[in-house]
């Protein structure tokens, strides 16, 4: 059974910065590109940002790129998500995905309200 769990959102002023994480369990982590997505209220959901199973290629959304940075780290199978200078527009729930076969997984969202 694949599990994601993410964690790290909250509240933020413009300009500050959050590191989100997903940890991921019931799959062999390493052979899978990853994927964060988030949902700000009222819209759909886009893809953020991707990396490649081996961390040898990253993948940005334009409206992130320069200031999000997606890392993994295979041995502690995590996902991470560093998000500098954020914006009150970056409000949204922030989830972690993963392809499997013809499977996606979800996350339970991780909320991050950017705010004065």
């Known amino acids: 059974q694949v599990q994601l769990v993410e964690s790290g959102g909250g509240l933020v002023y413009p300009g500050g910065s959050l590191r989100l994480s997903c940890v991921a369990s019931g799959i062999i982590f390493s052979n899978h590109a990853m994927h964060w997505y988030r949902q700000p209220p009222g819209k759909e959901r886009e893809l953020v940002a991707t990396i490649t199973s081996r961390a040898s290629s990253t993948d940005y959304a334009d409206s992130v790129k320069g200031r999000f940075t997606i890392s993994r780290d295979n041995a502690k199978n995590s996902v991470y998500l560093q998000m500098n200078s954020l914006k009150p527009e970056d409000t949204a729930v922030y989830y972690c995905?993963?392809?499997?076969?013809?499977?996606?997984?979800w996350g339970q969202g991780t909320q991050v309200t950017v705010s004065s």
């Open positions: 995905n993963v392809l499997w076969g013809v499977a996606a997984y």
